[in-house]
């Protein structure tokens, strides 16, 4: 059983360019999170998505940032327009169904973001 | 909004000692709590889960306890080795996972 997919693995983007990162949740699970780690800091909560559906996108910023996580295929963060502060590495994580029903929460080894 | 902080926010002992993070969050009202670990460059490995119904779960050297009503939780890492070190991270499951700022372990050969 594979586990949480992530690519690309690194992506170096030019300042203004567009970042797309993906996400494959493990086996059976339909409940994606993102996370964004930035250096020297902690893991902050982005967004947590269903099938189809953006349950909580408290945690992304409102602008040039968006995700989705359609009924085929993998869950797609983008990010347009980088810029330098979006240097990070980004988490994707999975569950086979809410956080909230006590289930754990796997994540992938991360995508990590340099702008340059 | 839930807080969570973990003390201290580095460590570094001999092999063979034993170790202890610290790990206290705000709002009791949580699903469950997990400890992971973290290398350099890498993702989150899941180390143990413990219910918000549970007080403590063991996985070989690791032992955590949960006190919901104090809003803490403790790691302890028995007989460590070289191997431990990393960055491990404490998370409250509140529907999604809120961390804490980590504590970087090493430890000494």
């Known amino acids: 059983n594979a586990g949480v997919m992530q690519n690309p693995r690194h992506l170096v983007r030019r300042r203004g360019q567009e970042a797309r990162l993906r996400c494959s949740p493990m086996?059976?699970?339909?409940?994606v999170y993102w996370y964004r780690q930035l250096p020297e800091e902690g893991l902050k909560f982005m967004v947590y998505l269903q099938k189809e559906n953006i349950i909580d996108e408290s945690g992304m910023p409102k602008e040039r940032f968006s995700a989705e996580f359609p009924k085929e295929g993998p869950s797609i963060l983008r990010i347009q327009q980088v810029v330098r502060g979006d240097s990070a590495a980004y988490f994707c994580a999975s569950s086979p169904a809410t956080g909230g029903s006590g289930n754990t929460i796997y994540f992938g080894e991360g995508s990590w973001l340099t702008v340059v | 909004k839930q807080e969570v902080t973990q003390i201290p926010a580095a460590l570094s002992v001999p092999e063979g000692e034993n170790l202890v993070l610290n790990c206290s969050f705000t709002d009791s009202a949580i699903y469950n709590l997990q400890w992971f670990r973290q290398d350099p460059g890498k993702g989150l490995t899941s180390l143990l889960l413990i219910q918000s119904s549970q007080r403590e779960q063991t996985s070989g050297r690791l032992n955590a306890s949960l006190d919901k009503s104090s809003g803490r939780s403790t790691l302890y890492i028995a007989a460590s080795q070289p191997g431990d070190s990393a960055t491990y991270l404490c998370?409250?499951?509140?529907?999604?996972?809120?961390f804490g700022a980590g504590t970087t372990v090493t430890v000494r050969a």
């Open positions: 086996k059976g699970h339909s409940h």
């Open positions: 998370a409250i499951n509140d529907y999604k996972l809120s």
